[in-house]
Nanobody, 125 residues
């Protein structure tokens, strides 16, 4: 599968962005999807995931501000980011693997086999 992330850019503190991740290469609707991010000098961290039934898991650091959704007909997963803060500055990656992932593992980067190239989000204060 190939993942293409887009939608990043420069935004002011308190602003919003919507990231998109377009998948191709296999039946997308059967796969769990996730967003991770990596800030300069920091490890990659989980942001959000969405299951095949659209149930979502959101990291505590962005809960209430970020929302994940998917459009299976278009093979796209979205990350709506509101009330952005400078600490949200990072490269954002979408990830997936074939099939479903048990909920308790969906925050772990190592369970995902396919990754997009990343899109940079910069929040200026």
């Amino acid at each position: 599968v190939q993942l293409q992330a887009s939608g990043g850019g420069l935004v002011q503190d308190g602003g919003s962005l919507r990231l998109s991740c377009t998948a191709s290469g296999r039946t997308f609707s059967r796969d769990d999807m996730a967003w991770f991010r990596q800030a300069p000098g920091k490890e990659r961290e989980f942001v959000a995931s969405i299951g095949t039934g659209s149930g979502s898991l959101i990291a505590d650091s962005v809960k209430g501000r970020f929302f994940i959704s998917r459009d299976n007909a278009k093979n796209i997963v979205y990350l709506q980011m509101n009330s952005l803060k400078s600490e949200d500055t990072a490269v954002y990656y979408c990830a997936t693997r074939s099939g479903r992932i048990i909920t308790s593992w969906r925050h772990r980067a190592e369970v995902y086999s396919d990754w997009g190239q990343g899109t940079l989000v910069t929040v200026s204060s």
